[in-house]
Every structure is written in C-alpha cells, then in structure tokens.
C-alpha cells in the first residue's frame, strides 16, 4: 500500500508569489489535515478535509487556503507569501477522523523556501 | 496553545542506554500517540495508547498513559545510533475549537555510538 505523497518536496518562491502543494492519501483515507512546523513553533495544525468538507480549521491567516478532491486528494494554497511561510509542510491522512484511536500517517512533507 | 509538552526538550545517551521521555498535556483527551521524525523528513507514527489503556508495549518501546496526571511517558530500551530524531506526542482531545490532534514540541534524542 502505498504511503501518503506529498509534491513537490522542495520548493522556492519569492515574497508576495503564491504555492500550491498537493497531497495524496493513503488508498481509502478520506481524512487529510495539514501541519506547518518550523523551529520556532513546532507543528502547528493547518486544517483538515473530509469527504471535500473542511472539518477543522487551525490559526492560520486567511492567505492559507486548501481544498479536497472527491479522490480525496488534497491541495493547500498559500496566497501573498511571507519570509514568515518558510516551514516543511506536512500532509496526514487517516481512515476515520471521527473514531477514537485512529492513527494518522504522515507524508514526506513539502519543503518551502521563501526569499 | 501546545496541548503536550515534551519533557526533556533534548537528550542524549550512550548506544544501549535506555531513553525515557516524558509528556503532559492539558485537557482530557480519547487518545495519546507518539511519533518520531528524522531530521527534515516525515513524522513516523509509533504507538498509540487509549484513554483507557495504561501501558502499551511495541518492541523495544513502552509507553505509559496516566489520565490522572495528565501525562504520558515513552521508554526505548537499549537504544540504537538509529534510534536518533525528534520525538513527539500527540494528544487527541475530547473537546477542542480549533486543532484535531495535537502535538507537542518535540525531544530531540540523541544516541551515541
């Protein structure tokens, strides 16, 4: 089975550009959520997808955005870039978000450069 | 706000020590996972214990559950060179606004050769 990928892996942008990075789910995972960490902060919680609903919303500014295909397949977007959004951004799925004990799986993570 | 706290924020042993790490966490929660990241990669899921469970034991990892204390503890027996990365907690909570799961700011382990 595969695991969960994340694309691309590495990515530099300039201030003020936009990014998009994608995520696919383990086979039959409808749950996907997003974490940023960085040194500072740590992982922080994005938001999370089910079913192409958003489920769960953390404290993120509006410029961070995301959406969920009926695949399950995941996209965040991350608007007016900021030195600040230069963080690895990890994509997690799960089977069944709403069951108590349920294990989420992590992907690789997307690597954003911010200059 | 960090539902869990990681407890030492480092740690470094000797090959074939055993390394213990310490959690706690604020909230009641339905379940307590740890995870372990290797430096700039994913996180690696390694146990999960309930709210109900006390103890749990995979390999050479036992982790307890205190729901009284509010605090969990993950204990690597005979720890390896490879055993070296960040180690986080990650708390389920029964109530919560804004975040699913929840995960602490890590120990970062370091197990010497």
């Known amino acids: 089975k595969a695991g969960v990928t994340q694309t691309p892996r590495y990515l530099i942008k300039t201030r003020g550009q936009q990014v998009t990075l994608s995520c696919s789910p383990i086979s039959g995972h409808r749950s996907v959520s997003w974490y940023q960490q960085t040194p500072g902060q740590g992982l922080q919680f994005l938001f999370e997808y089910f079913s192409e609903t958003q489920r769960n919303k953390g404290n993120f500014p509006g410029r961070f955005s995301g959406r969920q295909f009926s695949n399950s397949r995941s996209e965040m977007n991350v608007s007016t870039l900021e030195l600040g959004d230069s963080a690895l951004y990890l994509c997690?799925?799960?089977?069944?978000?709403?069951?108590?004990?349920?294990?989420?799986?992590f992907g690789e993570g997307s690597w954003l450069t911010v200059v | 706000s960090q539902q869990g706290e990681e407890d030492p924020q480092a740690l470094s042993i000797q090959e074939g020590e055993n390394a213990t790490m310490n959690c706690s966490y604020k909230?009641?929660?339905?379940?307590l996972q740890w995870y372990r990241q290797n430096s700039g990669r994913g996180l690696v899921h390694l146990i999960l214990i309930r709210s109900n469970e006390r103890e749990k034991h995979s390999g050479r990892l036992r982790v307890t559950l205190d729901t009284s204390k509010k605090s969990s503890s993950l204990l690597i027996t005979a720890s390896r060179a490879a055993d070296t990365a960040s180690y986080f907690c990650?708390?389920?909570?029964?109530?919560?606004?804004?975040?699913?799961?929840?995960f602490g700011p890590g120990t970062s382990l370091s197990v010497i050769p």
């Open positions: 909230t009641s929660i339905n379940n």
């Open positions: 997690a799925s799960s089977a069944d978000p709403g069951t108590a004990g349920n294990t989420i799986y």
């Open positions: 990650a708390t389920d909570p029964m109530k919560t606004s804004y975040d699913k799961v929840i």
